[in-house]
C-alpha cells in the first residue's frame, strides 16, 4: 500500500487522540474531527485532556504542521484514509448507532477513489457492512473494494497503561474484501508493532465485544464472591491474592464499586442485543453480569450506611468525601462511572458530599458536589470517605493520617479507620 499522505481522525477522545498523534508520528499529515467545542479549544491551544497524551506531545504535533483539529468536516476534503473512532452508548438499553451514521454521513461527502474508511467504534457484528459501507456508497456514488476501501479495527486502548499502550498492543485488522484488508492493514502496520487480520469484519466486530464480555463476566463474579465474603467473615483479598498464584488456570479480578467507562458497562449489551434481535435467545451470562455489576453501587451505600450507623449517625447530613471519579485509574474519564451512581443515591439520603479527583476534567465534574483536594482543610469534618478510584497522583496515607474512617473498594489502605469492601 503506497503511503497515505491525509489521514481523517472523527472522534478526538481517548482512542481517537493517540491515534492521531501517532500517525503524525508516523508521518502523515492528520485532521482531528470532533464535535466537542471544548475539547478542539484544548487542541488548538496544546492542552492535552487524554491522559495518555501530553500536552508537549501535543504541541509537537501541531507545531509539526501536519496536525489541525477542527469541528469542520470540511477540513476531510481530500483524505485518503479515515478513522471513525465516535461513541456508540446505550440509550435505553438498546444500541444508539447515531454517532457512526451521522459522522459516515458527513464524511462520505468528501469520500474520493481509493481512499479508505476504517470503523474503530465498538458495535454488533454486521455494523461495518450493513451501516458503514452502503451509506458511504449511497451518498458517494462509488463502489467498495472497486473504487474505494472498508473495514473494522476494534480500539483495544487501555487508559494509564504503561506498559500496553497504543504500539505495543496487537491490531486486530479486518476488511470488506481482500483489498479493502490489504489498505487498512498497511496503515496499521505503520502505527503499531504487530496487526493480527481476520477473515471479515463481523470477526473483528465480535473480537471487542467478546474481550469486553470476558471481563465483565469475570469482575461480575468476584464482585458477588466479595459480597458474600463479607457477610461469611473471610477475606476475599486475600483469597483473591492467594489464588493468582496459581500459575496456570486462574486469572486475576478483583472486585470494585461496579464498572464504567465505555467498554465494560456497554459493549456486552451490545452483543445481547444482536443475538436476541439475530437469534431470539437471551444471553444469560451477560444478562447476570450486568445485573451484579449496575448493582455494585447500591451495594457500596449499604456499606457507607451501616459504617455510620456503628457510630450513631445517618447518611442524612453527614459529609462524604469520594475519592476518586474517573471510572479508572490513572484517567479522567467519568463516563458511566460508578461514581454517578453513587452521588445520586447518596443524595437522595441526604448526604452533604464532596470529592477529589485530579484527572477529570472541569466542564465534566459532577453538580452539586463540591471539589476539594486531600489535604487538611479537605478532610476537616468528615464524617466517611469512600474510596472510588485509587489515582497515584493522589496521597492516600493522607487520609489514614488524619483519622478519617474509610470505606475502601480497591483495597489499598489499610488501619483501624480502614473497611475493605
Given amino acids: 500500500m503506497r503511503k497515505t499522505q491525509k489521514v481523517v481522525v472523527i472522534g478526538q477522545g481517548y482512542v481517537g487522540l493517540p491515534v492521531a498523534m501517532r500517525a503524525v508520528e508516523a508521518g502523515f499529515t492528520v485532521v482531528g474531527i470532533d464535535t466537542d467545542v471544548n475539547r478542539i479549544a484544548s487542541l488548538t491551544r496544546g492542552v492535552s485532556y487524554v491522559d495518555d497524551i501530553s500536552s508537549e506531545e501535543l504541541t509537537n ?67 461495518t457492512e450493513e451501516m458503514l459501507v452502503p451509506i ?67 470477526e473483528a466486530e465480535l ?23 463479607n457477610e461469611l467473615g473471610v477475606n476475599v483479598w486475600e483469597s483473591i491474592e492467594a489464588a493468582s498464584t496459581k500459575p496456570f488456570g486462574f486469572m486475576k479480578f478483583t472486585p470494585g464499586p461496579g464498572v464504567g467507562g465505555h467498554c465494560l458497562p456497554v459493549d456486552p449489551s451490545y452483543l445481547s442485543w444482536q443475538v436476541k434481535r439475530k437469534l431470539g435467545q437471551n444471553f444469560r451470562f451477560v444478562e447476570l453480569a450486568n445485573d451484579l455489576n449496575d448493582h ?8 457507607a450506611i451501616a459504617n455510620l450507623n456503628k457510630k450513631s449517625k445517618s447518611v442524612r447530613g453527614s459529609r462524604i ?29 441526604g448526604a452533604d458530599l464532596v470529592a477529589v479527583d485530579p484527572h477529570v476534567e472541569p466542564h465534566r465534574w459532577p453538580v452539586g458536589v463540591q471539589k476539594v483536594e486531600l489535604d487538611e ?9 469512600i474510596l472510588i478510584t485509587d489515582h497515584d497522583r493522589l496521597d492516600l496515607s493522607n487520609v489514614t493520617g488524619a483519622g478519617v474512617d474509610v470505606l475502601d473498594t480497591r483495597n489499598r489502605l489499610s488501619g483501624e479507620n480502614v473497611e475493605s469492601l
Fill in 377 to 385: 482543610k479537605g478532610l476537616r469534618d468528615i464524617d466517611l470517605a
Fill in 296 to 303: 455494585m453501587p447500591d451495594y457500596v451505600v449499604q456499606r
Fill in 207 to 229: 473480537t471487542k465485544l467478546l474481550e469486553n464480555t470476558f471481563r465483565h463476566v469475570n469482575i461480575a463474579l468476584v464482585n458477588e464472591l466479595a459480597i458474600f465474603a
Fill in 61 to 127: 504535533a501541531l507545531e509539526s504542521g501536519r496536525f489541525v483539529a477542527g469541528t469542520d468536516y470540511g477540513l476531510a476534503v481530500d483524505f485518503d484514509i479515515a478513522v471513525i473512532t465516535v461513541p456508540t452508548p446505550l440509550r435505553e438499553s438498546l444500541p444508539d448507532l447515531s454517532f457512526i451514521e451521522q459522522s459516515t454521513r458527513s464524511l462520505a461527502k468528501h469520500l474520493r477513489l481509493d481512499a479508505t474508511v476504517i470503523l474503530e467504534s465498538t458495535t454488533y457484528p454486521g455494523t
Fill in 321 to 349: 468525601l469520594l475519592i476518586g471519579l474517573a471510572y479508572k485509574k490513572n484517567t479522567g474519564d467519568i463516563r458511566e462511572s460508578p461514581s454517578l451512581r453513587l452521588i445520586e443515591l447518596l443524595e437522595q439520603l
Fill in 136 to 202: 458511504l456508497e449511497e451518498a458517494s456514488g462509488l463502489k467498495v473494494e472497486e473504487d474505494f476501501f472498508a473495514g473494522y479495527s476494534p480500539e483495544r486502548i487501555d487508559p494509564g497503561n504503561k506498559v500496553w499502550g497504543f504500539v505495543e498492543t496487537p491490531k486486530v485488522v479486518s476488511g470488506v474484501g481482500p483489498a479493502s484488508l490489504k489498505n487498512v492493514q498497511g496503515f496499521y502496520d505503520q502505527l503499531v508493532n504487530t496487526t493480527v487480520p481476520v477473515s471479515t469484519p463481523k
